[in-house]
DNA sequence: ACGCATATAGGTCAATTGTCCTATGGCTAG
DNA sequence: CTAGCCATAGGACAATTGACCTATATGCGT
């Protein structure tokens, strides 16, 4: 009866669809009923796997930590021009536009929920923030502004924030599009 | 045995519990039992006053619309250049900076809760932003900027909600102060 | 002093939650 | 072919949730 499968395969299976519920409904209001259902699998069985909700919510920003890395790295080997990159950074605005507008950005609205529930995860969510941070800091380093580049990540970041925030509020495409256009030209003649 | 208080007293005793409550800890996550431990009301009695937990929140929103109309209004009364009330809007956040750190903006934390939820209050939430969209537009327009004065609000709101966000997952004071500053900066020179 | 609408307390309810347990299925090593 | 481990299913658990109910206490109008 039961289908086989490699257990890899399931684990990540788990944390692939609890990563898109996390991030859809949130990490309290999305149940390991919700997880089942969308998995397939039972509900019992998901403590073969993970010991808690907890080690569940871990693997979640493991994942995506691991993709956030790797899609930094692709800008970064594909876009010879620092300036360019960051472009692409701001444009994940316009290409998740949809999605931001229903539910947030994934890395904000996680960490603002694990705030509020005074989670331990907290800081480790708020790591994947310091992912772009640093990255943005090297890009301004390499722009030759070595001596404010982490406030100048700061600031596009913070940027980035505060578009998704009011994307989600006001549900507006044409705000984004105009602040998206708005960073960018600040991106390229940027000052504090 | 039962203290007497008059009803008005009790039901904005409840409102008031609860919007300190939904902030801190969310809206999902707090409990009629939370709500009845601050409040030292027993739990069937709130639904004397409310049919609902929605209903609660629905009281919430209009207090918070309520609270935030008077700030806009004294604003507009004590302070006479449109420049200085936009300063003492960006200066919510450095006063409320410990808040801020560690729950986040209330507007943008329970409008991003809600949207998740896909609760039926979300527009409703999101009106307390366009109190604040439309009196900076207005502060816009005074300052002879009507040709794009709606945009120009939504950046500042888009500011406030970045600065907000980061706080949150960085904790950083010096940060806020510094994009306050900066924020300031641009308001002395709004351009888009 | 009395009656009645208002207000409060606290119990009860089904549903849902995260967690844990056990039984059983299937795969692989020998 | 068989023994044994890995993986899965599904039920059971106590705790908590929002909601509802009823009994009782209060204070006002008469």
């Known amino acids: 009866m039961a289908e086989i499968r490699s257990p890899s395969s399931v684990r990540s299976r788990i944390v692939e669809v609890a990563d898109r519920l996390f991030y859809e409904r949130g990490f309290e209001a999305t149940s390991f009923a919700d997880i089942a259902t969308d998995t397939g699998l039972s509900r019992g069985n998901f403590y073969y796997h993970f010991k808690s909700k907890d080690e569940i919510l871990a693997a979640v920003i493991s994942l995506r930590m691991a993709r956030t890395r790797e899609m930094l790295t692709v800008w970064e080997s594909e876009t010879p021009e620092p300036a360019d990159r ?7 605005l316009i290409t ?6 229903a539910h947030g950005c994934p890395v904000g609205t996680l960490c603002a929920e694990l705030a509020k529930l005074e989670h331990g995860a907290q800081d480790e969510a708020a790591t994947i923030f310091t992912l772009f941070r640093d990255w943005l800091t090297r890009q ?8 404010n ?3 100048l990540a700061m600031h596009v970041l913070m940027r980035s924030q505060g578009i998704a925030s009011l994307a989600t509020a006001f549900r507006d495409e044409a705000f984004i599009a105009r602040e998206v256009d708005a960073l960018a030209a600040w991106l390229s003649h940027p000052k504090l």
Chains 1, 2 share one sequence.
């Not at 998740?96 to 507008?101: E, F, G, L, V």
């Not at 301004?140 to 001596?147: I, Q």
């Open 86 to 92: 960051m472009l692409a950074f701001a444009n994940i």
């Open 96 to 101: 998740n536009r949809a999605k931001i507008m």
């Open 140 to 147: 301004f380093v390499a722009l030759g502004r070595a001596d």
């Open 149 to 151: 580049a982490d406030a």
